[in-house]
């Protein structure tokens, strides 16, 4: 794999001055051209061996390209603010948005890498974080992202050279870290894990390119020439996808006649509406649980425990009170309510999932999601907002999501707080005949109203995609308020005693 | 997750009988159109809770669409003849080809859960295996194959019922297995373990639909009527999405300007060509290597050590003849040599790697490779056969390919045979002016030739991509065809004596 990178390719100082000179001006017009019809982000990736020529070329393309609209991010041991977060979120953190290029060092590929030198994790373990990287490469560019990653190489000899000379310049050698020479003596290790890497990450859609690394003017213009190559086709197909899909999402909409065989029952048809509890015990069981919860996210905090609690439900479905139940019995240094309507356009230029990630909180809090990335297939699948293509993919898309704060230990509950239609109608009622309540409804609640059906189908096919065990769908029979409340909040009680009993 | 197929659905006889008669006719109307105008292949897989109708689902499709266009394959334990090769060669080798339905009953997925239920794999484990099926799923859906996958899906006390059913009915007691009760004990495992497998496989380019299996009417009604609607859909997206990709390749080939920038060294340009030997040392080289190489292979047949040699090089680079060096060696029950040129119609009509997969043999067998799955990233590439999206992502799936042959033992060996320029054209006037020899020589050959620093560039692609530590491309100097020759012999001999000493 790396013998083809081992050639000494050279180039003069005449000849790259001459290309230099052409390359710059081709990436500052694509640059332009990404920036005004490009409907994309741009993920470039250095990765490689010491001494190959990372940090140089990503200096370079900042000083050919506007670096105003380059994002460049160089990761080292996670921060505090980072460990304390799912392993991804550093990633989405510094994700560029569409029209901007972001360029990584040592990135996503390198604590897989380094793992698996070490001897830390075996070919499995190595297999699976790898297929991570896969889902959020494929997550992106299904989105229309365009992924390039660069393996800059050089032979161990040739290292070994370029240590040695930064040792012996008194004026350099505070470069050298301590790991330099040591990593030099695993060259073959890491060579065999890089190897693994790029066969199984080397995607049509997220592509590695080696570049020898040893000439500074060659590897350069490679990178360079490269780049522009790329994103060129990258522009063209883009636009022509882009077409396609929209051309398929109309066609599917006009011609596609669905089979509406039938009625089927929905897993919320089979709740039982009529559960209620009294004013009475509604007080005395709200003290006890609020009681309760204040106790055991406290536990929580000292045990750094993260919480999400993520609340979906039709409108008027009750979900504001029934967060307000929990908030009471909270700190406010210890959560945040994140309440979610339609993306802004900072949010409408990244990956749908992107807002959501940068709500994800350090660790020992409680995050509570009103409305959450559900969103993604429900609003807007039911509104034509994401089309067929992307909301079905999102199933995928979102358990990955989950499975990663889940294995962080993050608890993770999610409620569909469920009435029945009529009920709906009689709390909009209310809503428009009591003045204080009055701002809460609006005509885009009557229009979903209309779509009930709809809406009921797409809620019990989330349900079905995404129920987990260890993240669960409950389902909370909200006809009664006081009844509901009262269930959500024993349930994220024992949500929470389940978790520090097996901390 | 399953909650949702737990509401007792149903549909009387009296619908299901009306609704049949429709859906009958939809569906064969759009198999007509699937075998007309569908340029792909349809691969539907059964899995699930024992009892919940798979089988009868299986038959129904069978009995309402034709047929004689459907492929219906069940699972069981692998045979002989399948125990040794790779685990999914039986998938291939039970591929529809397009126009056609396969229908798979206990198929790829069977395994892994079975092994995962049974704490035979860990989750690391059983995330590799269903990565690689994710592999296999894309391949195919990226090449235009729908992939539709039912879960069927009943609860533990409707398995109960079905099971004592059937104990107590002396006509059907006979289908019970003894797994059977024992699975039924292990209900909870399955269902996580089902569980896993539908998050992780659940994509937007082959779903999973979980399927109510308790009521037959209503489970049959819903099988048939979801496949309705994807294959509609399909049709209507293969169909847009062929268009698109035929646009984008004729835009990639007619706007899109390379930038072709200096020259750059191949691999083979390293390659010190002078090498050669006299014809005495030859054939005493030859009567070593032969006996050598012979006694090896006894061993690799008795041992049931597989082995797989890939020969591939410019036209007159000698490949014919460096085999036959091989193939003299050995005794012909236990090698195959397989030539392959353009693609025949059948061929044609399903996945490019179907037809090497369906060359691999039993164990202990050797099997030469006369060209093979790398003319899609050669010759395919360049006379653009492959669209430039299909040869990128070739390169990972031939790598994942060649990594099921290596993880199931075989001896993968790949020889790229290299000549200069100048003697392919001393050896093409050769032909020319041999009688014997002229047959070889086709006008093909004189274009191919015009094309050399494009074959050059996807020749040194091709190793970047390809050559791995367990399965490396031996780069042969053949200017010399008795050097050459002594050189594949022995690093067969020596790969070989590698395996036989680690075995």
Same mark, same amino acid.
């Given at each position: &794999?790396?013998? #083809?990178?081992?050639?000494?390719?050279?180039?003069?100082?005449?000849?790259?001055?001459?290309?230099?000179?052409?390359?710059?001006?081709?990436?500052?017009?694509?640059?332009?051209?990404?920036?005004? /019809?490009?409907?994309?982000?741009?993920?470039?990736?250095?990765? %490689?061996?010491?001494?190959?020529?990372?940090?140089?070329?990503?200096?370079?393309?900042?000083? !050919? &390209?506007?670096?105003?609209?380059?994002?460049?991010?160089?990761?080292?041991?996670?921060?505090?603010?980072?460990?304390?977060?799912?392993?991804? !979120?550093?990633?989405?953190?510094?994700?560029?948005?569409?029209?901007?290029?972001?360029?990584?060092?040592?990135?996503?590929?390198?604590?897989?890498?380094?793992?698996?030198?070490?001897?830390? #994790?075996?070919?499995?373990?190595?297999?699976?974080?790898?297929?991570?990287?896969?889902?959020?490469?494929?997550?992106?560019?299904? /989105?229309?992202? &365009?992924?390039?990653?660069?393996?800059?190489?050089? +032979?161990?000899?040739?290292?070994?050279?370029?240590?040695?000379?930064?040792?012996?310049?008194?004026?350099?050698? !505070?470069?050298? +870290?301590?790991?330099?020479?040591?990593?030099?003596?695993?060259?073959?290790?890491?060579?065999?894990?890089?190897?693994?890497?790029?066969?199984? #990450?080397?995607?049509?859609?997220?592509?590695?390119?080696?570049?020898?690394?040893?000439?500074?003017?060659?590897?350069?213009?490679?990178?360079?020439?490269?780049?522009?190559?790329?994103?060129?086709?990258?522009?063209?197909?883009?636009?022509?996808?882009?077409?396609?899909?929209?051309?398929?999402?109309?066609?599917?909409?006009?011609?596609?006649?669905?089979?509406?065989?039938?009625?089927?029952?929905?897993?919320?048809?089979?709740?039982?509406?009529?559960?209620?509890?009294?004013?009475?015990?509604?007080?005395?069981?709200?003290?006890? %649980?609020?009681?309760?919860?204040?106790?055991?996210?406290?536990?929580?905090?000292?045990?750094?425990?993260?919480?999400?609690?993520?609340?979906?439900?039709?409108?008027?479905?009750?979900?504001?009170?029934?967060?307000?139940?929990?908030?009471?019995?909270?700190?406010?240094?210890?959560?945040?309510?994140?309440?979610?309507?339609?993306?802004?356009?900072?949010?409408?230029?990244?990956?749908?999932?992107?807002?959501?990630?940068?709500?994800?909180?350090?660790?020992?809090?409680?995050?509570?999601?009103?409305?959450?990335?559900?969103?993604?297939?429900?609003?807007?699948?039911?509104?034509?907002?994401?089309?067929?293509?992307?909301?079905?993919?999102?199933?995928?898309?979102?358990?990955?999501?989950?499975?990663?704060?889940?294995?962080?230990?993050?608890?993770?509950?999610?409620?569909?707080?469920?009435?029945?239609?009529?009920?709906?109608?009689?709390?909009?009622?209310?809503?428009?005949? #009591?003045?204080?309540?009055?701002?809460?409804?609006?005509?885009?609640? !009557?229009?979903?109203?209309?779509?009930?059906?709809?809406? +009921?189908?797409?809620?019990?096919? &989330?349900?079905?995609?995404?129920?987990?065990?260890? +993240?669960?769908?409950?389902?909370?029979?909200?006809?009664?308020?006081?009844?509901?409340?009262?269930?959500?909040?024993?349930?994220?009680?024992?949500?929470?005693?389940?978790?520090? /009993?097996?901390?």
């Amino acid at each position: &794999m790396f013998q #083809t990178a081992e050639l000494g390719q050279q180039v003069s100082k005449a000849e790259y001055k001459k290309r230099e000179l052409i390359l710059r001006q081709d990436l500052l017009a694509l640059q332009q051209r990404l920036r005004s /019809d490009g409907k994309f982000p741009v993920i470039l990736d250095f990765a %490689g061996v010491r001494g190959a020529g990372k940090g140089t070329s990503t200096n370079l393309l900042n000083k !050919w &390209m506007d670096a105003r609209w380059i994002v460049t991010q160089a990761y080292n041991e996670p921060s505090d603010e980072e460990a304390e977060r799912p392993v991804f !979120w550093r990633y989405w953190r510094n994700m560029p948005c569409k029209g901007q290029i972001g360029i990584y060092l040592s990135g996503r590929y390198s604590k897989p890498l380094l793992d698996y030198v070490y001897g830390k #994790t075996n070919d499995a373990q190595f297999t699976r974080e790898l297929k991570r990287i896969n889902n959020f490469e494929k997550a992106l560019t299904d /989105d229309g992202a &365009m992924v390039l990653k660069f393996w800059m190489h050089i +032979s161990q000899d040739v290292q070994q050279d370029r240590l040695e000379l930064l040792e012996n310049d008194p004026l350099r050698s !505070w470069r050298l +870290s301590p790991d330099d020479w040591k990593h030099w003596e695993m060259y073959d290790r890491f060579i065999e894990a890089a190897e693994k890497i790029i066969s199984q #990450t080397n995607t049509g859609h997220a592509p590695w390119e080696i570049i020898e690394g040893e000439d500074f003017y060659y590897r350069s213009l490679r990178v360079g020439e490269i780049l522009l190559e790329r994103l060129e086709r990258h522009l063209i197909s883009e636009e022509l996808r882009q077409k396609y899909l929209a051309e398929f999402r109309k066609k599917m909409r006009e011609e596609h006649a669905l089979p509406v065989n039938g009625k089927h029952t929905t897993v919320m048809d089979k709740l039982d509406l009529s559960l209620c509890i009294g004013k009475k015990k509604f007080r005395n069981e709200l003290a006890i %649980g609020q009681a309760r919860l204040a106790t055991l996210h406290q536990q929580a905090v000292q045990k750094k425990l993260s919480t999400i609690l993520v609340f979906e439900g039709p409108d008027a479905g009750g979900k504001g009170g029934a967060i307000r139940q929990i908030t009471e019995a909270l700190d406010a240094r210890n959560y945040k309510v994140y309440p979610f309507a339609a993306p802004t356009d900072v949010e409408h230029s990244h990956h749908y999932l992107w807002r959501f990630w940068n709500c994800i909180q350090r660790s020992g809090r409680m995050t509570i999601f009103d409305r959450s990335w559900y969103g993604r297939v429900l609003v807007e699948r039911v509104e034509n907002f994401a089309g067929d293509d992307e909301w079905k993919r999102a199933f995928s898309e979102i358990n990955d999501f989950e499975e990663q704060l889940i294995e962080h230990g993050i608890v993770l509950h999610k409620f569909w707080l469920h009435i029945s239609k009529d009920e709906q109608l009689r709390r909009f009622k209310a809503r428009e005949e #009591t003045p204080h309540k009055r701002w809460k409804l609006c005509d885009e609640d !009557w229009r979903n109203r209309e779509k009930w059906d709809e809406y +009921s189908a797409a809620v019990h096919e &989330m349900i079905e995609k995404t129920s987990v065990q260890k +993240s669960p769908w409950i389902l909370v029979e909200n006809e009664c308020k006081r009844y509901g409340r009262i269930k959500v909040l024993h349930s994220v009680c024992d949500a929470l005693e389940e978790a520090l /009993d097996t901390d």
